[in-house]
């Protein structure tokens, strides 16, 4: 028969006198507290409950720094981003750093440890609960890449395109938001007229109309308040000189 029993002497696992390491227990419901640290160094810290979620937590975030909710890239420390908004923060698997049990103040910024008081942190926001007891206050440090906005991401797409039908296709990709950001429709007419056809509403845009008019002339048709705008005519009329049929006859007499 083999002996299993360890070489030092201690219990064989499994064995009565083999006990299992437990870690620490904690008296009440976890309270993360959430380092968050950018390229250059600390952002701001949040403070809330284990069972928060993600999102919870980007919430917090934007009312702190104003960054945008879906401009947040959360990552641990181990690169993995935080890619679901409704995961529960204590189903992710966090690089946790116990500390001792705290009262927490709910409903404040601060923490205090039993018998003392420490003064408000700037940059620290707390959602966790309002009862006063004693809690596990654990660590838990996370990364903060800020997304480039959807304007900086189509803007930087559009000037890589080489033909205007890519130009057509990135914008039309842009969804909703991209047809009503006139910053994003002007400099996509400015490479495709086209572009204006997915965002009607800007033919009443005397900007976006001169920078269309310029490429095709004919456009002024679908903006009778265009037709009334000498700067806008006359743009079209150089691209196209049938757009002077089409004009009211106070500008046919201004050549």
């Not at 029993?5 to 299992?20: A, Y």
């Amino acid at each position: 028969m083999t002996n299993t029993e360890p070489s030092d002497g201690s219990p064989i696992r499994g064995s009565p006198g083999h006990r299992r390491r437990k870690g620490p227990k904690y008296g009440g419901p976890l309270i993360l507290e959430l380092h968050i640290s950018g390229l250059a160094g600390h952002v701001c810290t949040v403070t809330l409950a284990a069972t928060s979620n993600v999102r919870e937590v980007k919430d917090s975030v934007m009312q702190l720094t104003g960054v945008p909710t879906h401009e947040q890239c959360l990552l641990k420390p181990d690169g993995v981003e935080l890619a679901r908004d409704t995961a529960q923060l204590n189903s992710l698997k966090l690089e946790l750093w116990p500390e001792d049990p705290l009262v927490f103040n709910g409903g404040d910024t601060r923490c205090s440890s039993k018998g003392s008081e420490d003064p408000p942190r700037k940059g620290v926001q707390s959602k966790a609960p309002a009862s006063k007891q004693a809690r596990a206050l654990i660590r838990a440090d996370l990364t903060l890449i800020r997304r480039p906005s959807q304007q900086e991401q189509l803007l930087e797409e559009f000037a890589k395109a080489t033909l205007p039908i890519e130009v057509l296709k990135i914008f039309t990709a842009g969804g909703v938001q991209a047809k009503k950001d006139k910053v994003v429709v002007l400099e996509a007419v400015r490479r495709n007229w086209r572009c204006l056809q997915h965002a009607p509403e800007f033919f009443s845009d005397r900007e976006v109309m001169l920078a269309a008019v310029a490429a095709n002339g004919m456009l002024i048709r679908n903006s009778p308040d265009m037709l009334l705008d000498r700067d806008v005519v006359f743009t079209a009329a150089m691209e196209n000189v049938r757009v002077m049929e089409i004009v009211p006859a106070v500008w046919k007499a201004d050549r």
